[in-house]
């Protein structure tokens, strides 16, 4: 059964309007908030993800994160992951103080880029009452031999906004000759073969979504050189946890994502693999019924529904 989809909004605490939708669930039962991919607003397989969750027993929010979509923010497309892991503070706050949900049963969602910034929004907001994170990325940063030349960039950058002599630098994701960006670490690390598949994303999203812009700021660039949740991991506990790796994972081994999951303290954990997939071919013809349903039961063993 679908569920009511509401136009909903909230403030940040440094004054930001986030915009989304709210999927409808029972009232006073559980919640999740969907938190997005990479650079990408909500309607790129976040809103597909909420609106099942929203389908099957819980409110679920999803909403563009700052500086994306439909959400304030300026710059555009200016990523700052470790605010938009305290915006799903006031996420939190926003379902809370709406009255419709159970205050004491929120989780919170990520997959691939989002996943660290769910972990550390529950490893410092201990009113989350569950995490899902799937298809860890734990320890970001800028490719070596790249990070000298863009981080004096991004200084340069500030310099000049500061002085009035330009407005925000920005790097597109795709180049003239329409090859991605490798920048970060993580991609500077893939095989040719599967480098030469990134540019699809990013077409793929320019169709799905309207509000997509396919480039990114170089401040964006200078905060992933320092973004490194991985060491925030401990602190997740006692919060019940869910981790979900692609058994193919291509950016960070299967291997590596267990011993995380391993190191986990939290009383209630789960981990799955999710078979023949892995970070480049996830969304591809995905079936949200078998991608959530173990997590659907994991919600429902924590938020008890």
């Keep these: 059964m679908a569920s009511e989809r509401k136009d909903i909004e909230f403030r940040t605490v440094d004054g930001l309007t986030l915009r989304g939708w709210l999927f409808v669930g ?83 969602w990520g997959f691939f880029y989002s996943s660290g910034i769910a972990l550390e929004a529950a490893a410092f907001d201990k009113r989350v009452a569950a995490v899902i994170a799937q298809g860890l990325m734990p320890e970001w940063g800028l490719n070596p031999p790249d990070q000298p030349a863009i981080v004096a960039r991004a200084v340069e950058d500030r310099a000049k906004q500061i002085q009035g002599h330009q407005q925000p630098d920005y ?57 490194k949740p991985l060491h925030l991991i401990p602190s997740i506990s006692p919060t019940p946890v869910m981790i979900l790796t692609p058994e193919d994972d291509e950016i960070v081994p ?36 078998e991608l959530l349903a173990g997590q659907l039961a994991f919600l429902r063993e924590v938020l008890k529904f």
């Design 26 to 108: 029972p009232k006073g039962g559980p919640a999740v908030i969907v938190n997005g991919a990479f650079n990408s607003p909500k309607e790129i397989f976040a809103a597909d993800v909420a609106a099942w969750f929203g389908r099957n027993g819980l409110t679920a929010l999803v909403y563009d994160a700052r500086t994306l979509g439909m959400s304030d923010g300026l710059p555009r497309n200016d990523l700052d992951p470790q605010k938009m892991a305290e915006d799903n503070h006031d996420a939190v706050t926003f379902l809370q103080d709406d009255g419709w949900v159970d205050p004491s049963r929120i989780a919170i």
């Design 171 to 227: 790097i597109p994701l795709l180049n003239d000759e329409g090859d991605h960006l490798m920048f970060f670490k993580y991609l500077a690390e893939l095989t040719p073969e599967q480098k030469a598949k990134l540019p699809a994303w990013v077409h793929g999203a320019k169709k799905h979504a309207p509000t997509f812009n396919d480039r990114l700021t170089v401040q964006s660039f200078y905060r992933h050189a320092k973004w």
């Design 254 to 289: 299967p291997k590596f994502q267990r011993s995380i999951f391993d190191s986990l303290q939290s009383e209630q954990k789960r981990f799955e693999i999710v078979k023949g997939r892995g970070h480049m071919n996830f969304l591809a013809n995905v079936n949200l019924d």
